[in-house]
């Protein structure tokens, strides 16, 4: 077993030369096992060796006993051991956490603790193969995709497992081949955890009824789709850099990635969705889903997503943001105003600089973003349209129609700043006063 373990070590390139490598080690066979076999691998190479042992304060006696033998063992094997103390059952109601995750909340934040107090390297956990088993089953019967099914990742980031290639069994073999003792943490045994549920009632049938090579077997396909997986991670990367591109705060997702294959775009989505929460613990496939769908609606549909994140459908983009962010909309630029008599001067054909006949003003004028009512005249015959309906015509998307300033003489729109300006004030051969505005922020030469 330890020159199968080795070579797992080597191929993932886990441990090198001078690396400090800190274990995490419970008392258990899982965790004795680990640690008994990095100081035989301290033999084949020069890294330095610490142990993290970390009490949750939930079994009482038990917890105590467990950190003692912890202790004894690496003050025996000379290696530097430290113990901290969590109260994960107050972490859990505090956090509105599962018992579960305040352990593994806990656990890491151990694990950082000592790393940076040691100078530590690498963080080496227990988990094996049937571990691997279990995740498998149990994303597969919750309706997990192929990353959930992937199992545990050798390595990642920081983070190190040397027995992802052995079963609990051969752990077990190993450890009473050496004499090593080791401890139950009777958790471990209550039916109580759902993972336990697997492990002591599903995976025994599958093993003894149906192949008794199940754990290695799921194992392998669990590695299997980890590279399946990698593959089209890597795919989607490159897709996202071609179709998705932050903006003001928020993030395009251009229309054409939604002609790539299904699976493709949701890889694209989870990884843009990823970065933007900091996280993918509460995005799921139907969230996923719900944004593909979304891409397929009309424009100025939208949806909501866990992390305050607003998913909006545009003409040529599905735009994400998250609520608090700051959205791009048109700027509250400086105008300047000014008043002549008209002599047949040419018209400036300008984007940022408009004349209107003064004298048709009926009203003081405004600059502000659209009301109900407002409307445009669009022809020479006094023929109207609503500015809700002309922005739509004009493509503008929803949320910049929102923010678009107008110049308004009470309901009549005179100008759309960017766009056009209302048939009815334009300058002609019989206006006698000009006024000329400017949008100072705007391109002069547009």
């Known amino acids: 077993m330890e020159n199968k373990v080795f070579a797992y070590i080597r191929q993932y390139h886990m441990i090198e030369e001078g690396d400090r490598i800190?274990?995490?080690?419970?008392?258990?066979?899982?965790?004795?096992?680990?640690?008994?076999?990095?100081?035989e691998y301290q033999k084949q190479a020069d890294f330095a060796l610490g142990v993290v042992h970390v009490n949750h304060q939930i079994r009482g006696s038990e917890a105590k006993r467990d950190a003692k033998y912890v202790d004894r063992l690496c003050r025996q094997w000379k290696i530097p051991c430290r113990e901290y103390s969590y109260p994960v059952e107050q972490m859990a109601k505090e956090g509105h956490m599962t018992l579960?995750?305040?352990g593994r909340k806990a656990r890491y934040d151990a694990f950082q603790r000592f790393m940076e107090e040691w100078n530590g390297d690498k963080v080496a956990l227990a988990h094996h193969q049937n571990d691997v088993a279990e995740t498998f089953l149990y994303h597969l019967a919750r309706g997990s995709g192929i990353r959930g099914l992937c199992g545990i990742r050798p390595v990642r980031e920081r983070i190190i497992r040397p027995l992802l290639g052995v079963e609990r069994k051969e752990i077990e073999n190993y450890l009473e081949q050496k004499g090593i003792e080791y401890l139950t943490d009777s958790t471990?045994?209550?039916l109580d955890?759902?993972?336990n549920k697997i492990r002591h009632q599903v995976l025994p049938v599958l093993v003894h009824d149906i192949n008794e090579q199940t754990v290695s077997h799921i194992a392998r396909t669990a590695g299997m789709l980890l590279e399946a997986d990698n593959y089209l991670d890597?795919?989607?990367?490159?897709?996202?850099e071609e179709y998705v591109r932050e903006e003001k705060g928020r993030i395009r997702v251009s229309k054409e990635l939604f002609q790539e294959r299904e699976i493709l775009q949701q890889y694209v989505l989870r990884r843009t969705l990823g970065e933007l929460a900091g996280g993918l613990k509460d995005i799921g496939?139907?969230?996923?889903?719900?944004?593909?769908d979304l891409a397929k609606s009309g424009p100025g549909k939208r949806v909501s997503l866990p992390g305050r994140i607003q998913g909006e459908m545009e003409y040529q983009a599905l735009w994400l943001a998250k609520e608090e962010a700051e959205l791009p909309g048109t700027p509250r630029p400086a105008w300047s105003w000014r008043r002549f008599?008209?002599?047949n001067q040419p018209i400036p054909e300008k984007k940022y600089t408009k004349w209107f006949d003064y004298d048709k003003i009926e009203d003081s004028l405004n600059v502000r973003t659209r009301r109900p009512g407002d409307y445009l005249v669009i022809n020479a015959s006094g023929g109207r349209k609503k500015i809700k309906d002309y922005l739509i015509d004009c493509k503008v998307p929803r949320r910049e129609r929102e923010e678009l300033l107008l110049l308004a003489d009470g309901s009549h729109i005179l100008w759309v700043v960017g766009y056009r300006i209302s048939e009815y004030y334009k300058v002609t051969q019989e206006t006698k006063n000009v006024?000329?505005?400017r949008v100072e922020g705007g391109n002069q030469h547009e």
């Open 22 to 39: 800190v274990a995490g080690v419970s008392g258990g066979a899982d965790s004795v096992c680990l640690l008994a076999l990095l100081k």
């Open 100 to 102: 579960e995750e305040a």
């Open 188 to 190: 471990n045994l209550s």
């Open 193 to 195: 955890y759902t993972r």
């Open 234 to 240: 890597e795919l989607a990367g490159k897709l996202k």
């Open 285 to 292: 496939a139907d969230h996923i889903k719900s944004l593909m």
């Open 341 to 343: 008599s008209y002599e």
């Open 435 to 437: 006024l000329e505005v």
